[in-house]
Every structure is written in structure tokens, then in C-alpha cells.
């Protein structure tokens, strides 16, 4: 299909981890892509991982990346109630410029 | 560094008025994208442009929807003769010339309400 998926919905308790996972859809894909929005605010970039890569960590954040599968990731250690938001992943597909977006998973953390 | 600038931030119009977007792009960015939101889900594309150019409109509806980046001054998305179906969350980014790999830069994104 031509949709980025992603799940709607996910609930964690404070410490734990959050996986947040992500299908996308072009082999061709170049770079991908999560994003964090707040409620009533914009998108803030988190993150990205080129499509050689299969794994890249960035402090409390670890993305795999599963090419064969079409199969991207984002680990959060520890979550904090800070956490709380929509995540967004985006693909960038072959050599066009624009990103392709996901639903978004709406992340709560529990206390 | 201001960072990518849209306004108003919050915009209501009622049904055939128009309603104009801006997006100043963060200082040194040549690129703008506008992208829709609609509620609860993902960000739609909208719209490419670089300056005085529209490289890509492919995600533009047909009629009533226009952007244009002038040479001076922030990139307008207009739409006119607005319905209900245009409430959304409207966002701009911004990127270098060269390289848009690391992500764009996002606007707080204007939301427009049709009543």
C-alpha cells in the first residue's frame, strides 16, 4: 500500500521503555524520519537514520531500522511524563524532496 | 535564529471567505514545504517551493488552493472560497538549499477553523 503505518495508541508507566514501531512502505526510501508534536504545537525533529544504517542511538533514543521487512522503530529509556506526546515517522522516498508521514502514536506515561 | 515563523497562529474564517497562510522560513533556508494536518492523523504534502518557483504541487487540490514564495517576504498558502472540509492544521518547514536530509525545520503550524 502507500501508507506509512503506524499504531495509534500507546501507554507506558514512568521508567519504562516505549517502543514505538512504524511500517513504511518504498524500499527506495533514502531517510527516515521521527518526529515529536506536542499538543497544539508543531513538529519537532527527533531523530532520523539513513537506510544503510540499522540501528542508531542518540542519548534516551534507539531506532532500528529494518530494511527487509520495511520495519522502523523508536526506543525510549526511561520515559518520562515529558514524553507524552504524538510521535510521527516519515519516510523520504527515493529522490523527492517532500516527507511522507505516518499517523502518529499517541504516547501517554503514566506516573 | 528565529526558527520557521507562521502566522496567525489561530485562524477562523466562514464558508467562501479566504484565508491566507503565512511561513517565513528560518534565516538562510530557501526551501519551503506546506503541509496539511487534518484532525487526528498524519501530515499530508502539500506544496514545494523555493523562491518565485513551485517545484512540486502535487499534493495541492485542484482548485481554490494556491501558494506562492516571493522573491521578498514569506511564502503565502491562500485558500479561497473556503468550506468546511479546509479546517485543519496548515505547517510550513523550511530547509537548506542543498541538503533537506536531516529533516526539515517545522512552524507551529496555523489552524484554521470554517465555520
Known amino acids: 500500500g502507500e501508507d506509512v503505518e503506524q499504531s495509534l495508541f500507546l501507554s507506558v508507566r514512568e521508567g519504562d521503555s516505549s517502543v514505538i514501531n512504524c511500517t513504511y512502505t518504498?524500499?527506495?526510501?533514502?531517510?527516515l524520519y521521527w518526529y515529536k508534536q506536542e499538543p497544539g504545537a508543531g513538529l519537532q525533529l527527533l531523530t532520523y537514520?539513513?537506510?544503510?544504517?540499522d540501528m542508531k542511538q542518540d542519548q534516551r533514543l534507539t531506532v532500528l531500522l529494518n530494511k527487509k521487512d520495511k520495519h522502523l522503530s523508536l526506543r525510549i529509556a526511561d520515559t518520562q511524563t515529558g514524553d507524552s506526546a504524538i510521535y510521527f515517522c516519515a519516510e523520504r522516498r527515493g529522490s523527492a524532496r517532500q516527507l511522507t508521514f505516518g499517523s502518529g502514536t499517541q504516547l501517554t506515561v503514566l506516573p | 535564529n528565529a526558527g520557521v515563523m507562521q502566522n496567525p497562529r489561530h485562524l477562523v474564517r466562514r464558508r467562501g471567505q479566504e484565508a491566507r497562510l503565512r511561513c517565513s522560513p528560518m534565516?538562510?533556508?530557501?526551501?519551503v514545504y506546506w503541509y496539511r494536518q487534518l484532525p487526528e492523523e498524519g501530515l499530508k504534502f502539500m506544496v514545494y517551493?523555493?523562491?518565485?518557483?513551485?517545484?512540486?504541487e502535487s499534493g495541492m487540490p485542484k482548485e481554490r488552493f494556491s501558494a506562492e514564495f516571493p522573491k521578498e517576504g514569506p511564502s503565502i498558502l491562500r485558500i479561497q472560497q473556503v468550506v468546511r472540509g479546509d479546517s485543519a492544521a496548515y505547517f510550513c518547514a523550511s530547509s537548506p538549499g542543498q541538503n533537506p536530509d536531516y529533516g526539515y525545520t517545522f512552524g507551529s503550524g496555523t489552524r484554521l477553523t470554517v465555520v
Open positions: 537514520i539513513f537506510s544503510n544504517m
Open positions: 534565516k538562510g533556508h530557501s526551501h
Open positions: 517551493l523555493q523562491k518565485e518557483n513551485i517545484i512540486d
Open positions: 518504498d524500499s527506495s526510501s533514502t531517510y
